[in-house]
């Protein structure tokens, strides 16, 4: 066996993981997940739970919002076990569809900090990213930086990338800002960045960070991973490239991935072994080290030379349904603010 497993397309890829499978056939005992998540570290994990218990794994993939429609959409057919999705926003919209069940775990409470998961056990946060400032180094001083509030300052005015206010991860930024700030400071806030932009909004992180390389701008707004990503390739070169962690007030927006058992599983008990697995040090290893996002539990080691020499940052400690709960707030806002 050569393959163990092959990702078909974007919208209905079917990938079925296990020491014998050769063909996409979902037994009765097989574990089905949905995902949004498209990443080597979750192709491991799932490689690595197969390993560890013999179960076979069926992977259906659809990207962000889609997911959710997918899931209802195939609710009866082939309903998922366990259905794992980026950022608090997604999470806390699947848990208002009611897609999740409420579980309870000793492990999963012990392992899992108490602001990375809901508070009914619906779901629980598998790994974590950070929301930072990156700047030219050969055009912006560290010391000129003071927070995400910078993006704002009129010193930076047609300086700043961003990418679209569409865009999940910034309407989850702005929903914590609302959260600490305010809805005023944080209108204000959306307001002065959109009028710092350097060209308009467009693309994703990784593009920001490419338009600093191409002095097209001097300050950006992205996810750290992507730097870190971009920093471990070497076809890439972010060597002007610096990381800033926004820590001033509020500290630093970190978002979460995460996991529930499905409403209508056909296997809670082996749903919730499945989580119980993914925060497991060996799996939780597996989010720096193939993908550079932070494990969920804070205590598990690892091997991720560009995040260990970003150091340890002050977070917000922001719970993620606190954050998914401001999400259409955070939308008008960013329209008012004329921030595309
Ligand atoms: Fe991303």
Not at 89 to 107: C, H, N, V, Y
Not at 216 to 240: G, I, K, P, Q
Request: aromatic share 8%; charged share 25%; hydrophobic share 40%.
């Amino acid at each position: 066996m050569t393959n163990r497993f092959a990702l078909g397309l974007v919208l209905a890829p079917l990938v079925v993981l296990g020491a014998c499978s050769q063909e996409a056939e979902t037994s009765d005992d097989t574990l089905v997940i949905y995902s949004s998540r498209h990443y080597d570290s979750d192709y491991a994990l799932y490689e690595a739970f197969t390993d560890a218990t013999g179960v076979e794994v069926e992977v259906v993939e659809a990207d962000g919002d889609l997911l959710i429609e997918r899931v209802k959409a195939d609710g009866d057919s082939n309903p998922p076990d366990v259905i794992i999705t980026v950022d608090s926003g997604r999470l806390w919209k699947a848990d208002q569809e009611g897609l999740f069940a409420s579980t309870s775990s000793d492990i999963l409470n012990q392992r899992v900090p108490a602001s990375m998961r809901h508070p009914d056990g619906h779901w629980y946060g598998i790994s974590s990213r950070a929301r930072v400032l990156v700047y030219a180094k050969d055009r912006v001083q560290a010391s000129e930086l003071t927070g995400y509030e910078s993006l704002a300052d009129p010193k930076f005015g047609g300086r700043v990338c961003a990418r679209s206010s569409g865009n999940i991860y910034n309407i989850s930024l702005l929903s914590a800002l609302i959260a600490r700030w305010g809805e005023g400071r944080a209108q204000d806030w959306a307001s002065k960045v959109a009028g710092n932009f350097a060209r308009d909004p467009q693309g994703g992180d990784s593009d920001q960070i490419r338009a600093l390389v191409a002095g097209e701008c001097d300050l950006a707004l992205v996810n750290h991973y992507y730097y870190a990503r971009m920093a471990l390739d070497t076809n890439e070169d972010v060597s002007n490239v610096e990381v800033y962690w926004p820590e001033a007030d509020p500290g630093v927006h970190v978002n979460i991935s995460g996991a529930g058992v499905a409403a209508n599983a056909r296997h809670p008990e082996l749903a919730k072994k499945f989580i119980e697995f993914a925060v497991s040090d060996e799996a939780q290893k597996l989010f720096p080290e193939l993908t550079s996002e932070y494990p969920a539990v804070p205590t598990v080691t690892y091997d991720n030379a560009v995040l260990d020499a970003l150091g340890a940052f002050k977070a917000d400690p922001l719970d993620g349904t606190t954050i998914g709960s401001r999400q259409e707030e955070a939308q008008r806002l960013f329209d008012r603010a004329g921030w595309p």
